[in-house]
């Protein structure tokens, strides 16, 4: 309902995110496949695709499954549809009125943990590039040593291992040298 759509946006509005609205559960899957999001807030009751049957697609595609789900529902009386929500995967269950106090907070952590999550997958993806441009190298060293004669490769080789071991932060092969 666009009442609750605005009411839902000047409850949220002062976390300074852009937000989606989606009036269907099948607007909500295009949007979804479209950009990336952190949280979605569903209502149970939606034209066409309930909440239930969207959050389902939700979490069947590797794209959007672990995107956090809060229901937000009018229906307090029913506690299956509780259950039900928690079912499909959701992260939580409000029923109104509810407290926007306490919904502003629970979109703020799923925010920060979104946040965080790029943060973390940035670093892994700038480790990995070194770690190939080191194992790049590494080989590329051993190549030359071994076309020139001068050391022998299978000592090469476990010096190698053991800059790689040592890049990835595990204990090298072979016999350990106390220094």
């Known amino acids: 309902m666009e009442d609750n759509l605005i009411a839902l946006e000047a409850i949220l509005g ?4 852009p ?9 909500a899957m295009k949007a979804l496949l479209r950009q990336e999001f952190a949280v979605v807030l569903l209502d149970v ?3 066409g695709m309930d909440g239930f049957e969207t959050a389902a ?7 959007t499954k672990d995107i956090p789900i809060i229901f937000l529902t009018g229906n307090d009386l029913d506690t299956a549809f509780a259950f039900r929500g928690y079912a499909t995967g959701a992260a939580d269950y409000l029923t ?4 926007p106090w306490v919904l502003r907070a629970k979109v703020s952590v799923f925010l920060e ?6 943060e973390l997958r940035d670093l892994l993806a700038r480790d990995r590039e070194r770690l190939d441009t080191i194992e790049e190298r590494l080989t590329a060293v051993e190549r030359h040593l ?8 299978a000592e ?3 010096r190698v291992a053991g800059l790689e071991s040592a890049v990835r932060g595990v204990d090298p092969p072979g016999p350990r040298r106390e220094g």
């Open 14 to 17: 002062s976390l300074d995110q």
């Open 19 to 27: 937000m989606v609205r989606a009036r269907s559960g099948e607007e």
């Open 45 to 47: 009751l939606m034209p």
């Open 57 to 63: 697609n939700i979490k069947r595609l590797d794209q």
């Open 96 to 99: 109104k009125p509810f407290d």
């Open 113 to 118: 943990l979104h946040r965080t999550t790029g």
């Open 146 to 153: 071994a076309a020139d004669g001068r050391a022998d490769v």
């Open 156 to 158: 090469l080789a476990l």
